[in-house]
């Protein structure tokens, strides 16, 4: 599913701002202030907060006053000017997607109001205002993390600042604390969590409220609609899109705006109707032009660039997407640019020019690869960071450890005198250990108990289990060596006999039909026994065997699934691992065929965080999961056994009339 993108910041504008009901008001009044102050440093804090103010929706002045306000900031030796010109210098890199440019210019300002919280002579509420931007600086730089994909490292974040806004008494608590929610949905967002994003985004609301903020009230539920609309609640998302609405129309903000429509468009996109679409795709478009965020305007792009293709308007569509390369390529997005050779690709094969289809689609499949690669190495050198830091902690923790130790030593010394001198006390504190050793024991031994008897169940379904799998791969070598080996002689006998024989017409006919059936039985034949022992999950592992499965499903037109997996090539996994694996996935994906109704199946696989997870959703019919309480069937019964074989948590979520979630979990693969 397509990620967007958003940069949320401004806790600072939201700490020492007015409350006057637009921008541009109180960028005058600021700016009458300006006029009637003569110290360095407080005119250039003065244009700073001025250009802050234009960020939004006039860039060139918003850049005129910040170059104004860092010469004297640097005049005065203003440590806190310094801050805040690099603090709004990142929102303006950010805006265009220049994510690591920006995340050096936060770090900067956080160093500058770092050095101004640090001087003793600065007052009281100097120090509470640097307090604040800085709170500011540290958040956005944890969204910056987001577009660096370290979503860990933005997570950490995000929930320290939650925390100190919490512990913090300042007048716009509630609106720091909004920001923040949105922050950590954004994060789940970009990891595909869209049901948890919506929980933080609609979490965010009340704060945004409560503060008065209308315009982070409205951009919470944007998102939050954004989610809805994701899970397919299409209802829910169109009601929040139209509680933001009049807050949107009313507002001089293009970055929410730009938001706002693009949201719709993704509405109509999902629910089909294209024309919508492309209205509210060509809004945001503009919108975003006038922030110049040329990465919005790519993505936008060949959004609607699908859309026009469902038009048939081929040659508009057909701009749309070179628009989107160009735009792409001018930001150097490789995601983006993938996006728009894929649509460029449809729009091609769709006009008839096949080449042309052929060349774009060649050009995404190696851009696909390169990115895979280099995403991998990022991932590997992250995980040698981790793995190096955690080296460091159990270093750190084996010292506090040994200092507990003599601790516990040098305590004991003092236990033995106080034995030695008071002798009756020694006795009843002896027999009061031997009492509780006695009972730790009995604790032990039971919970011992325990886990051989857990041990004992698994071990037999695991004997189970690899009796079925022994048996289909003796019935599979069966039916491909011995029944195939029979019905490719008795095709080889027939094609020789028809060379011999003279039939009449319809004989001949008679004959070809049966050699044609026979062809289908040999490769229906084939089929089964590839289904009871895939080949190319043990030559090759789980992602090939799972992408071949659900490809040949997806030819025979049963249902559509979408499958996607990332780091299922790790390696160190048991055949009977994967084969268990593969048959969770191959028993779910028959249950949303068997009895969901379901018309499409998506099927994700991918390492988190050290663990495996398995997410299979269906938009079928969906059931009250509490029946499996009362009488599970025999497919969920595999699948249950199979899970806890491999020491896996399964979780269902499913509600009747809306389609069915299973996310099952592996921490000791």
């Not at 869209?194 to 951009?219: F, H």
Request: glycine share 6%.
């Amino acid at each position: 599913m397509k990620k967007y993108k958003l940069i949320i910041g401004f806790i600072a504008a939201l700490l020492i701002s007015s409350r006057l009901p637009a921008q541009q008001e109180i960028a005058d009044s600021l700016t009458t202030l300006l006029s009637k102050t003569t110290a360095e440093n407080e005119r250039g804090r003065l244009h700073i907060k001025i250009a802050k103010e234009y960020i939004s929706f006039d860039t060139v002045k918003a850049r005129d006053h910040l170059q104004k306000g860092l010469a004297l900031a640097d005049k005065s030796g203003d440590n806190m000017g310094s801050g805040m010109y690099h603090l709004y210098t990142s929102y303006l890199l950010c805006n265009k997607g220049m994510y690591k440019e920006g995340l050096a210019a936060f770090e900067k300002a956080a160093g500058y109001f770092t050095k101004f919280i640090s001087d003793k002579k600065i007052t009281r509420a100097e120090k509470a205002a640097a307090e604040a931007l800085l709170l500011d600086a540290e958040l956005s730089q944890g969204n910056v993390y987001l577009e660096l994909y370290d979503y860990e490292k933005a997570l950490s974040v995000f929930w320290k600042v939650l925390k100190l806004s919490e512990q913090t008494d300042f007048p716009e608590k509630d609106a720091a604390i909004a920001v923040t929610y949105q922050s950590i949905a954004l994060a789940y967002y970009h990891r595909a969590q869209y049901q948890t994003a919506l929980q933080y985004y609609l979490t965010a609301v009340p704060y945004a409220q409560k503060s008065g903020n209308q315009r982070m009230a409205a951009e919470s539920n944007i998102y939050a609609a954004m989610c809805y609309t994701l899970v397919r609640k299409y209802d829910s998302s169109a009601l929040l899109l139209h509680r933001a609405e009049p807050v949107v129309l009313q507002s001089a903000d293009a970055v929410l705006k730009t938001s706002f429509f693009a949201r719709r468009a993704e509405l109509y996109r999902f629910t089909e109707k294209w024309q919508d679409a492309v209205d509210n795709y060509d809004t945001a478009i503009q919108y975003a032009k006038a922030t110049s965020n040329i990465y919005m305007q790519a993505t936008f792009a060949h959004a609607k660039a699908r859309c026009l293709l469902k038009l048939q308007r081929i040659t508009e569509a057909r701009k749309e997407g070179m628009k989107a390369l160009e735009l792409a390529r001018s930001i150097d997005k490789k995601r983006e640019i993938l996006e728009s050779q894929k649509v460029l690709s449809m729009v091609e094969a769709a006009a008839g020019d096949y080449a042309a289809a052929y060349a774009y689609s060649e050009q995404y499949n190696t851009g696909n690869d390169s990115l895979h690669a280099t995403d991998l190495t990022e991932k590997i050198q992250l995980l040698d960071k981790k793995y190096q830091s955690a080296l460091q902690e159990e270093k750190i923790g084996q010292l506090e450890k040994d200092k507990k130790m003599q601790e516990l030593i040098s305590r004991k010394r003092q236990t033995i005198n106080y034995i030695l001198s008071f002798s009756v006390l020694a006795l009843l504190v002896t027999g009061l250990l031997a009492i509780r050793n006695h009972l730790q024991k009995q604790k032990l031994q039971q919970h011992r108990i325990n886990e051989l008897e857990t041990e004992k169940k698994l071990m037999a379904t695991e004997a189970v289990l690899k009796g079925e799998e022994q048996e289909r791969t003796r019935l599979a070598k069966d039916l491909h060596d011995g029944l195939g080996g029979m019905l490719s002689g008795i095709k080889y006998s027939l094609n020789t006999m028809k060379g011999n024989l003279i039939m009449t017409p319809e004989n001949a006919q008679g004959f070809e039909r049966s050699i044609d059936m026979l062809d289908s039985s040999i490769k229906e034949m084939r089929r089964v026994a590839h289904n009871m022992m895939p080949e190319v999950l043990l030559r090759y592992g789980l992602d090939a065997a799972l992408k071949d499965y659900t490809t040949e499903i997806n030819n025979s037109g049963i249902i559509k699934i979408i499958y996607q997996s990332m780091g299922t090539e790790k390696k160190g996994l048991e055949q009977s691992s994967l084969l268990a694996l593969y048959r969770i996935v191959q028993e779910l994906i028959s249950n949303a065929i068997k009895h969901a109704a379901a018309s499409e199946v998506l099927v994700q696989i991918f390492w988190e965080s050290g663990k495996l997870v398995v997410n299979v959703e269906d938009n079928g019919t969906g059931f009250d999961p509490s029946i499996l309480d009362i009488a599970e069937g025999i497919g969920w019964k595999n699948i249950r056994s199979r899970v806890e074989l491999l020491k896996g948590k399964a979780d269902i979520l499913s509600h009747p009339g809306k389609g069915t979630a299973v996310n099952i979990e592996f921490i000791h693969l």
